[in-house]
Antibody
């Protein structure tokens, strides 16, 4: 069974650093990109960025580039999302999601087929 | 950047009703459109990919259609477990994935 299990809820102060994790199991971890998605309280889904665990190549949304860092350790099937200096506006639920591909008439499409349970990050003084 | 819009933003319906949600892209995205369902306190769940392909394990009362800029998600007979928020997502752009703002389906 494919599973993505995320680390637990965090309460931090502004300016503190944080790294949350997403551990994959039930599949070959390096074969699938891992994405990170933010959901602020009462709001919709925002794609933040993704990583190829096989070589740690990353893509970031322009909205999040420079504010977060995505990394992975394929030896322990785990992806990470980290902040060096949190702000109150980083308060949100963060989801990791596996990306898979399908053949769309000769070209590839993709979707997020498995999601972690979410990690709630609260930043408050 | 491709922008996604959804309508309505919310709707009230009864069990057994037929429900249709619309998603529109700011430019043509062919059929690179996915639908997700999110129930309160849970992670999103993939329902439909490639605009009309049903993800494995998803009930057949869910269906999707459309191409280009206009897409629909239809629930043929609403069930109690279907009360949730539904998001469309475009996967056409290179290295950028955009979600719609969501449609909340509530109990009438």
């Amino acid at each position: 069974e494919v599973q993505l299990v995320q680390s637990g809820a965090e309460v931090k102060k502004p300016g503190e650093s944080l790294r949350i994790s997403c551990k994959g199991s039930g599949y070959t971890f390096p074969y699938y990109w891992i994405n990170w998605v933010r959901q602020m309280p009462g709001k919709g889904l925002e794609w933040m960025g993704r990583i190829d665990p096989s070589d740690s190549y990353t893509n970031y949304s322009p909205s999040f580039q420079g504010h977060v860092t995505i990394s992975a350790d394929k030896s322990i099937s785990t992806a990470y999302l980290q902040w060096s200096s949190l702000k109150a506006s980083d308060t949100a639920m963060y989801y990791c999601a596996r990306q898979d591909y399908y053949d769309s008439g000769g070209s590839l499409g993709d979707y997020f087929d498995y999601w972690g349970q979410g990690t709630l990050v609260t930043v408050s003084s | 950047d491709i922008q996604m819009t959804q309508s309505p933003s919310s709707l009230s319906a009864s069990v057994g009703d037929r429900v249709t949600i619309t998603c529109r892209a700011s430019q043509s995205i062919s059929n690179y459109l996915n639908w997700y369902q999110q129930t309160p306190g849970k992670a999103p769940k993939l329902l439909i990919y490639a605009a009309s392909s049903l993800q494995s394990g998803v009930p057949s009362r869910f269906s999707g259609s459309g191409s280009g800029t206009d897409f629909t998600l239809t629930i043929s007979s609403l069930q109690p477990e279907d009360f949730a928020t539904y998001y469309c997502q475009q996967s056409y752009s290179t290295h950028t994935w955009t979600f719609g703002p969501g449609t909340k389906v509530e109990i009438k």
